[in-house]
């Protein structure tokens, strides 16, 4: 049994919350889909509590923060920035530094697994495709992107947990009750995101893969202490907080 999560964001009270909740199963293997940080207000604490995860992949806000930010709008420019600040800090000893950025400069792209497929954006582009619920009424992108799926697929990014099917279906957690039993056939499924969820559910999101069974977890934290970090630091934007209670 073990616990994939994703989406992280720099919110350590969402993580905190959610890894209470995995040691709560008694579950010891996690795996992160990557975007440690970016947006949130806790981007060293974050990255601390991930490396004793089993497994941690680069996600494009991770990216952003060792190089230069490509593609994000300027909210989420501002903040990655932001983000590299904290952690060049000359605050903090210099060998936790190299200690975190050694750790993020490491990070795969993708990881394979008895069949499985885990990423932070799709098989394609494991760093910067977003696969949206409505993308099943794309079936030329869909094929593409299933065709390199040997079996089954884990990814983030989108924020917007759920299951999307061969034959074209999204089924949100809602609609499977919450649990979705892995048949053999070719299925992608989207974790969701501890951090920032954007399904219209503001607790952290993650699930939990039990032997041919996911099931999506949905957790509660202090939200609001989230939010009020975000609104005492300039570079980040009060939306980057408001957002947080609204879940999108």
């Known amino acids: 049994m073990k616990a994939i ?4 964001h720099g919110n350590m009270e969402a993580l905190q919350a959610v890894l209470a909740d995995i040691k709560a199963q008694g579950i010891r293997e996690v795996y ?8 949130g207000p806790n981007p060293r604490e974050c990255i601390d509590l991930v490396m004793d995860c089993k497994l941690v992949l680069l996600g494009n806000h991770d990216q952003g923060a060792m190089f230069d930010p490509d593609g994000f709008n300027q909210s989420a420019e501002r903040a990655i920035f932001w983000t590299r600040g904290q952690l060049e800090s000359p605050a903090e000893p210099r060998p936790l530094r190299e200690k975190r950025w050694e750790f993020l ?3 795969p792209r ?3 697994e008895n069949g499985y ?22 079936q030329r992108k869909m094929e593409r992107i299933f065709a390199l799926v040997d079996r089954y697929c884990f990814q983030g990014h989108t924020h917007v947990p759920g299951i999307f099917t061969e034959s074209m279906q999204f089924l ?3 609609e499977v009750e919450f649990a979705h039993k892995l048949d053999g056939r070719k299925t992608l499924c989207n974790v969701g995101s501890v951090g920032q969820p954007r399904d219209g559910n503001w607790r952290a999101c993650y699930v939990v893969l039990d032997g041919d069974v996911i099931r999506f977890r949905r957790v509660e934290y202090d939200w609001q202490k989230t939010r009020d970090k975000i609104y005492d630091i300039p570079d980040l934007d009060n939306f980057l907080g ?6 999108r």
Not at 5 to 8: G, K, L, M, T, W
């Open 242 to 247: 408001d957002r947080l209670g609204e879940g």
């Open 117 to 138: 497929l885990f990423v932070h954006g799709s098989a394609r582009n494991p760093l910067n495709e977003y696969v949206f619920p409505e993308d099943v009424y794309n």
């Open 5 to 8: 999560i994703s989406d992280i």
């Open 32 to 39: 992160c889909l990557g975007d440690v940080v970016g947006y």
């Open 172 to 174: 949100s957690p809602e």
């Open 105 to 107: 400069s490491e990070r």
């Open 110 to 112: 993708s990881h394979r």
